[in-house]
Structure formats: C-alpha cells, structure tokens
C-alpha cells in the first residue's frame, strides 16, 4: 500500500532533508533504535544459536533445560560458557555455539576467577587498625611508662619516657583536675576529653581515663588512655592489586601510603601476598592491615572482553547500556504518544467549545500542575512499589498540561474558519469535525514538540533512576550506573560512558527538533532590514 502524502507534508519533508544536520540525526538516531530494541541480540549472556547433535537451537528465544545436551544435566537453565568449555562442545567441532556480540547480560555477574586470571589481578584487603596508646604518668607529670604512644606525641616509642606531658601539651583544666582527684586516692567517675596536638595535622585525639575508687594507698602513676578521633571511613577496602601498576580502582587510602609501603605493593604476587602473617602499612595517619580478599573487587576498569568496564556488582557496563538504552527509548515513545494524546484531547475540547468548558478545564489544569510530581511519585512507589508502568502512568498525568496549551491556541484559531462552518452547515457532528477537519491541519505543535519531549522524556528518566524513584533496581539503567559513580568517584567509567551515551542521543533528538521546526516553519526564511 503505497502512502500518499499531502502537497504540504511533502514540502515540509523536502525542508526537513534540506536541513542535513537534522537529517542525518534522524537516520543516526534511528540507527541507534534499532540497535537498542535488539538489545538481546547484541548483549546476552545465552547464546543466539547451539548447534548439537545435528539439531538447531535458539536459546535467546526459548528455554531449553541443561538435560537437553547432558545426559547427567538437571532441569534447570545451562551456564552456556561454562557448557561450552565442556568436551561435548569443546572436542566435537560439530557442536557449536554462536554467542551475541557482547557475551554478557545486563544482570549477569562475571566470574571473578576467570577474569582475575584474564588480568593477573591479586585481591588484597585493606583491614583498618585502630590508632591506640597509653601514658602512665606520675604526679608531676613524667612519663614512667607508655605504649605506642610516639606517634600521639610528634617522637619516637624510644625517646618517650622521661617527657613531661604539660611539655608537649596543653592540657585542658578539666583534664589536669581529673588527673589530680586520682592521685589524692579520691572517687572519680570516667573522663574523656578531646585536643588537636599541631603534629597531627588538624585531626583530633581522644585522651581518656577510667573510672576509679580509693585504694589503700594513693597511686603512683595514672593511665592516659589516647585514640585517634577517627575522620575517615574506616571500612574495610577491598582492592584488585595488578602488579608492577597499582589498583585497577584505587582507594582514597593509595595516596597516602608511604613510598615504601606502595613500592612493597607493587611487587607483590599471588605467591607472594602473605596469608597467615599480614603486614601493616600506613596511610597518612591511618594504619591498615594487608590480607588477601577471596575475589576481586568491584567496580573494576575496562579489560579485554569488557570495554566499558564492569560496573559496583560485577556487571558489564556496556550491556547495562545497550539494554538500559532500550529501556530509555520503550519508556518515552510510550511517554511520548500517551501524553500527547492526552494534551490534543483536552486542548481540542478547551479551544472547540471554548466558554464556560474552556475556563472550568483551564482551572482545573492549573490546580493539577501545582501539585508536585516528585512528592506524587514517592508516595505512589511508596504504596505500590517501583515499576515501569507505574513510572509511565505517573509521568502521563502530568507531561501532557504544556501541549494541552498549544492544542487549545490552534483548536481556538482554526474553529472560526469557513471549511469548519462548511462542515457544520453540512450537519457533521462535534467528533467528526475535531477529527476529520480540524486535527489534521493543527498537529503542528504535535509535529514539532514530539523530538524535544523525547529527548526529555529520556533525560527525565535518568535522572529519576539517579535519585533512586525511577525503575526497580535490577532493571539496567543509565541513571542508575551514573548514581553508581557518585558512589564510586575513582570509577571513572561509570560516569564516562553512561553520560557519553546520555549526550549523544539528547544531541540527536535535539538536532532533529531543530529541523523539524523549521520544516513546519510557514516563514522559514525572515530578513529584518
């Protein structure tokens, strides 16, 4: 059935070709579509196609239980790649399997040992140790005796005792009072108080004494328990070590090691890395414990067979992609066409029966759009929880008040002309003539706002999925891996790709607008002189 366009559609189409950055942008953007909505072609972890035993598979497509090519297989799903490394495939050239171009799907988590021995990586641990000490000190304040206590002084453990505290600090009243009732034999209760000594750079210690009761004798010495006010987070890190080149993603921590300790790192290897006696290293003014960790950590950065790199749960970034783009371009098509037809309805009843009609829909339009959508949003995924079609209703019942607006001011302008009095006096009903005569010649605004909502409609989606009320959590998401990168600031990946792809389909969307604005431009060309 060949289609038939108008004399106008075609001069409209032919501006639109005339103008080669839109149009280029369309066939780019299409592209990209096509490419997405094939997203389980493109990016699976099962596989396109299983040749066995003279017999055609198609596992993409439909399930086929692990009994189907073991005879000792079970009824559960196959792990294709590991059943593709067994001697049923891997010995018999017949049987075969065709994997999609990316071999990783967008839940999937990659083996860590596969590719640990794919990087030569060694997953060590990051333990942290507790700065401690202890002063005992006697009543005019020298120190008789003391436990790693240097460092909370600016010395060396060797050169502590003899030292008077009141040289070295300036002791808070409260402190020195607290101190005094303890030698006087007197009942005291638990004391803590906090200084910054200047050697420590601006980070605060915690001096602390027990609580203590009457003896009968007085004490000679008074413990001084000390501690580091701990600034920093103090988890335990996890880091892929690849020698002789640092962390494939370095902690905050790596900066701050010692030079020697770094260099000690760096020459580790698997058989090398200790596991009954781990080292210590420091960081500034933290101390860690080195331990091997069980797998690698995640995220890592790109490698062979993961370009875009591997995303905080073990997921390859670029699968999350192509399907979280997929995801991006379903919702706001469906986004698109159902709030635009929400908004031409409302706005061709406003500007075709206009009076009373017209103003009772405008007021209620303006109540509507001073309800907040965010607030509506959480409340609703509070009650049902977050999903796709709740995310489209909620976005549908308020994205479609601004083309309502346009909808109103052409159905308002054109209700007048003689072809609509031709249709009445003719005795066509109201629907027919909103239809039939009046529609088709104000889809203008339509037309030309459908690109920019699109492109919208994508960058609201992200940014929902960012803050944590868009998608579910395992649905892929390019919101989702930028709020990963907020998580994960030495990832650089995640924020690099995600925002690439972002940036490109929101360009293209944009250029197409552009052109198709101006093709519907009755006055493309204006000269002021």
Known sequence: MKI????????????????????????????????????????????????????????????????????????????YKTLNENPVFSENPSNFMIFAPVRYGPTETINEEKLAD??????????????????????????????????????????????????????????????????????????????????????????????????????????????????????????????????????????????????????????????????????GLYRYQVMPASGISWPHPPVKGHPFGIDGAGRDVLARIIHGLRVSLYFSLLLVVVSMSIGTIIGAVQGYYGGKTDILIQRGIEIWSAIPFLYVMILLGSIYGASF????????????????????????????????????????????????????????????????????AIASLAALDYLGFGLPALTPSLGQLLHQAQTYRTAWWLVTYPSLTLFLVILLGVFIGEGVREACDPRPRIRLE
């Open 4 to 79: 038939r366009l108008s004399p106008i559609a075609r001069k409209r189409l032919l501006r639109f070709k005339r103008h080669r950055r839109a149009y280029y942008s369309a066939w780019l953007l299409a592209a990209i579509s096509l490419a997405a909505l094939a997203a389980n072609l493109l990016a699976n972890e099962k596989p396109l196609f299983v040749r066995f035993d003279s017999q055609n598979f198609f596992p993409v497509i439909r399930f086929y239980p692990e009994s189907t090519f073991l005879v000792d297989g079970g009824s559960g799903r196959p792990d």
């Open 118 to 283: 794919q990087t030569g990586s060694i997953p060590i641990q990051l333990i942290p140790i507790a700065r401690a000490g202890s002063l005992d000190v006697t009543p005019d304040g020298t120190i008789a005796r003391h436990l790693s206590a240097g460092f909370f002084l600016g010395t060396d453990d060797d050169e502590v005792p003899g030292m008077r505290i009141d040289n070295i600090w300036n002791l808070a009243p409260e402190l020195e009072e607290a101190i005094a009732v303890r030698f006087e034999n007197e009942e005291a209760p638990a004391f803590s108080t906090e200084m910054t000594p200047t050697h420590l750079d601006q980070v605060s210690m915690t001096l602390s004494l027990a609580p203590f009761r009457p003896r009968p004798t007085p004490p000679r010495t008074v413990r001084i328990t000390l501690r580091l006010t701990e600034q920093r987070d103090r988890r335990v890190r996890q880091v892929s070590l690849i020698p002789d080149r640092g962390p494939a993603t370095p902690p905050p921590e790596w900066q701050d090691l010692r030079e020697s300790d770094r260099d000690r790192l760096l020459a580790l290897t698997a058989e090398s890395l200790p596991e009954e006696t781990p080292f210590e290293v420091e960081a």
């Open 389 to 456: 079609g709740l995310l489209l209703f909620c976005y549908a019942i308020f994205n479609w008040i601004g083309i309502s607006f346009y909808m109103r001011g052409e159905f308002l302008r054109l209700r007048h002309a003689p072809f609509v009095d031709a249709a009445r006096a003719m005795g066509l009903r109201d629907h027919r003539i909103i239809m039939k005569h009046i529609l088709p010649n104000a889809l203008t605004p339509v037309i030309t706002f459908a690109p920019f909502s699109l492109v919208g």
